[in-house]
């Protein structure tokens, strides 16, 4: 299984960007991915969620009106739509994967991980 994360770069606050997560080596139609995010010296810390079967989407309260996960079945990928940023929104972003079809913002209920792509919002 692989979760291939990528998108993230240098922007200024109000921009916009879109990170990507693309998902190989087997179907993910029962599972639910996630959006994480990580700043040096902090624990990992939950972002948003979508079930693929569903498109339930669940997100932590300081991003809800302003992130968006989505999900394209046919490419296999994630998405997660980031607008209005904020320099608190900096962070390395990993995307990931849990069996099943049920939302969890605790790290260690996920299965995959991908490597993380670095977004910087300057002020």
């Known amino acids: 299984v692989q979760l291939q994360a990528f998108g993230g770069g240098l922007v200024q606050a109000g921009d916009s960007l879109r990170l990507s997560c693309a998902a190989s080596g087997r179907t993910f139609s029962s599972y639910t991915m996630g959006w994480f995010r990580q700043v040096p010296g902090k624990e990992r810390e939950f972002v948003a969620s979508i079930s693929w079967s569903t498109g339930s989407t669940f997100y932590r309260d300081s991003v809800k009106g302003r992130f968006t996960i989505s999900r394209d079945n046919a490419k296999n990928t994630v998405y997660l739509q980031m607008n209005s940023l904020k320099p608190e929104d900096t962070a390395v972003y990993h995307c990931?994967?849990?069996?099943?079809?049920?939302?969890?913002?605790?790290?260690?209920?996920?299965?995959?991980w991908g490597q993380g792509t670095l977004v910087t919002v300057s002020s």
């Open positions: 990931a994967a849990r069996s099943g079809a049920i939302y969890a913002t605790t790290p260690r209920l996920y299965d995959y």
